[in-house]
């Protein structure tokens, strides 16, 4: 019921900046969280970084410093701005979003977008 794009993923070299952006669309709707993960071949899904009712972040110990999260409510659009990129950043970055309805609550992932840091 909940849909998430997500774009701009692609490669950079060490020290580049990318930003992601993951728009949600519905209706009906609250949002509680949006947030970003990734996952590299072979590694379980890590939290990258979340944003809690459009005010409290919260960040992996590994992007801290180097990565902001950001959400324009007005269109429902969460970003992550990542720079200092480091090779182990490479991964495909989710979306996700934590959403209720008439008090029913439930999750919606992005489609992935690769994000390749290499020399």
């Known amino acids: 019921q909940v849909q998430l794009v997500e774009s701009g993923g692609g490669l950079v070299q060490p020290g580049g900046s990318l930003r992601l952006s993951c728009a949600a669309s519905?209706?009906?709707?609250?949002?509680?969280?949006m947030g970003w993960y990734r996952q590299a071949p072979g590694k379980q899904r890590e939290l990258v970084a979340r944003?809690?009712?459009?005010?409290?972040?919260l960040y992996a110990d590994s992007v801290k410093g180097r990565f902001t999260i950001s959400r324009e409510n007005a269109r429902n659009t969460v970003y992550l701005q990542m720079n200092s990129l480091k090779p182990e950043d490479t991964a495909v970055y989710y979306c996700?979003?934590?959403?209720?309805?008439?008090?029913?609550?439930?999750?919606?992932w992005g489609q992935g977008t690769q994000v390749t840091v290499s020399s």
């Open positions: 996700n979003i934590n959403w209720s309805i008439l008090n029913r609550g439930d999750t919606s």
């Open positions: 944003i809690i009712n459009g005010r409290s972040t």
């Open positions: 519905g209706s009906g709707f609250s949002i509680e969280a």
